[in-house]
């Protein structure tokens, strides 16, 4: 599976942000995507996750902010990020996983918040 992932960039506190991923090859392996982040000296975490029948999952620190959906015709997954915070600041990476374990990962793209 690859993972195409697009849309960081700069914004400032409050903003909004749409990251995208597209996913193409043996997407019938995964049943479920996400997005993880990782900030600078930090770990990586996950931020959130949809499966194949729509079921999402975040976060608590980005729940009501972060909206994820797809589209499942296009094979892509969308992070739909408002009222953005310093703290948002990462990079993002689109998974692709099975029963829970991301097995594979798009590059990375860099969302910065200025405050």
């Known amino acids: 599976v690859q993972l195409q992932a697009s849309g960081g960039g700069l914004v400032q506190a409050g903003g909004s942000l749409r990251l995208s991923c597209a996913a193409s090859?043996?997407?019938?392996?995964?049943?479920?995507m996400g997005w993880y982040r990782q900030a600078p000296g930090k770990q990586r975490e996950l931020v959130a996750r949809i499966t194949n029948g729509g079921s999402a999952n975040y976060a608590d620190s980005v729940k009501g902010r972060f909206t994820i959906s797809r589209d499942n015709g296009k094979n892509t997954v969308y992070l739909q990020m408002n009222s953005l915070k310093p703290e948002d600041t990462a990079v993002y990476y689109c998974t692709g996983a099975r029963l829970g374990t991301p097995l594979y990962w798009g590059q990375g793209t860099l969302v910065t918040v200025s405050s």
């Open positions: 090859g043996s997407i019938f392996s995964i049943n479920a």
